[in-house]
């Protein structure tokens, strides 16, 4: 079956997003319904071998950010990862504006993905940003924000390629939340092959004496103990 736009509305529509958004509230994080089928994750898992579908290969450990690597698509997506992230967007627009206005931030992001990433190659972010990234025994990754320039969509999401518990063990994705006046707050959480987990770029809303506030957050993988953990992430701005 071809991977066409409408099939991937399709699945996206079946997540219950008004739950989700209110996860994302609590927790920064939460899970999508089924995306991808395990064959079409091994499909994508499969690219990473492909080197002329991306612009850069990035070695976590030579940057001293983790061990394991990842690869930048071309713009030129494979037809799931450009379907998904087109269907993914409008459902996560609504989440994007209602934290913008509870922080009292502009929400610049226009009704369409198309228009939004014109706007970020019009400022200079034209480069691709989607990710394919791969890990074995002993890789992980470093708590990080992926924030590539001044336009920034708040939202992201990562699905897994790989059957948790099966494929590999370990290899959790962390969240670390930094709380004014108190200890940071960490959640692990095991990504279901062929899932999403849509989690916040940099920041949530978080109600406080005076309002709201912006609490940051990070995010990285724990170690990956045994096996092969490849996911794809999917970024809704370009990088400068």
């Known amino acids: 079956?071809?991977?066409?736009?409408?099939?991937?509305?399709?699945?996206?529509?079946?997540t219950d997003w008004s739950a989700l958004?209110?996860?994302?509230?609590?927790?920064?994080?939460?899970?999508?319904?089924?995306?991808?089928t395990a064959r079409e994750c091994a499909g994508l898992a499969a690219l990473y071998d492909e080197p002329e579908l991306f612009r850069t290969t990035v070695d976590l450990a030579r940057h001293r950010f983790g061990s394991g690597g990842y690869r930048y698509f071309t713009h030129d997506l494979p037809a799931p990862v450009a379907a998904l992230r087109a269907a993914l967007y409008p459902c996560l627009l609504p989440v994007a504006?209602?934290?913008?206005?509870?922080?009292?931030?502009p929400a610049p992001w226009p009704d369409s993905?198309?228009?939004?990433?014109?706007?970020?190659?019009?400022?200079g972010q034209d480069r691709s940003a989607?990710?394919?990234?791969?890990?074995?025994?002993?890789?992980?990754n470093a708590l990080h924000r992926d924030v590539f320039g001044e336009l920034v969509f708040p939202l992201q999401v990562v699905i897994a390629?790989?059957?948790?518990?099966s494929d590999y063990t370990g290899g959790e994705f962390l969240m670390v939340e930094q709380r004014p006046r108190a200890q940071s707050r960490g959640t692990a959480t095991a990504l279901?092959?062929?899932?999403?987990?849509?989690?916040?770029t940099r920041d949530r809303p978080v109600r406080s004496r005076r309002g709201w506030s912006a609490g940051a957050m990070r995010h990285g993988v724990s170690t990956v103990r045994s096996g092969h953990r490849r996911t794809l992430g999917l970024v809704f701005h370009d990088a400068a």
Not at 23 to 35: F, I, K, N, R
Not at 97 to 105: K, T, V
Not at 161 to 165: N, R, S, V
């Open 130 to 140: 989607q990710i394919l990234l791969r890990y074995g025994p002993g890789d992980w």
């Open 21 to 36: 958004a209110a996860e994302l509230d609590e927790h920064g994080s939460a899970p999508t319904g089924p995306l991808l």
């Open 192 to 200: 279901e092959q062929g899932h999403g987990l849509v989690f916040t």
């Open 1 to 14: 079956m071809e991977f066409t736009r409408a099939e991937a509305g399709r699945r996206v529509a079946g």
């Open 97 to 105: 504006r209602d934290w913008a206005a509870r922080l009292g931030r």
């Open 113 to 123: 993905l198309d228009e939004w990433l014109e706007r970020c190659h019009a400022d």
């Open 161 to 165: 390629l790989d059957a948790y518990g």
